[in-house]
């Protein structure tokens, strides 16, 4: 049994209680130290492995694209908003998923909830589909394709999974 499994999150409690006692008397180290040995060594059998992020770079490229979608979603929905509410056609979408990881599923839900006129409803419990409300749903096969393409693929490759 390693002494500093989580080397990381050891260093951070270790600092954030003393940012928090706002001293470094001795008693606050030794206190600190212990926190930042035995939370760790408490904690490690419950955490999951995450896949690991094969390509950070389209990592990087992925989040820089989600928020340029994030600002022009804004001010699509704006325009929608402001024009009259009858042209509206919200609906709901199953999109099929092809990601075997939780975390790749959580980060497309999160992704498409981010994304201003989606909200990620719900994931099938064989996690096959994921259920979208679309505040306004011109054409359904669209919207799945963009979603697949745009978010599912690199999602993917990023996470190999």
Known sequence: ????????????????????????????????????????????????EHPKILKPWLAIRYVLMVLKDILTANVEVALLIIGPIKKLKPGFVAVPINISSDLGITVLASTVSLTPGTVSAE???????????????????ELIESIKQRYEKPIKEIFGC
């Open 1 to 48: 049994m390693k002494l500093f499994p989580m080397p990381f999150h050891s260093l951070l409690l270790f600092v954030v209680w003393l940012l928090l006692n706002n001293s470094v008397s001795a008693g606050h180290m030794v206190l600190a130290a212990f926190f930042a040995i035995t939370i760790p060594l408490l904690v490690n059998g419950m955490r999951d």
């Open 123 to 141: 994931v099938s419990k064989d996690k096959a589909w994921l259920y979208i409300h679309a505040l306004h749903l011109d054409n359904e096969a």
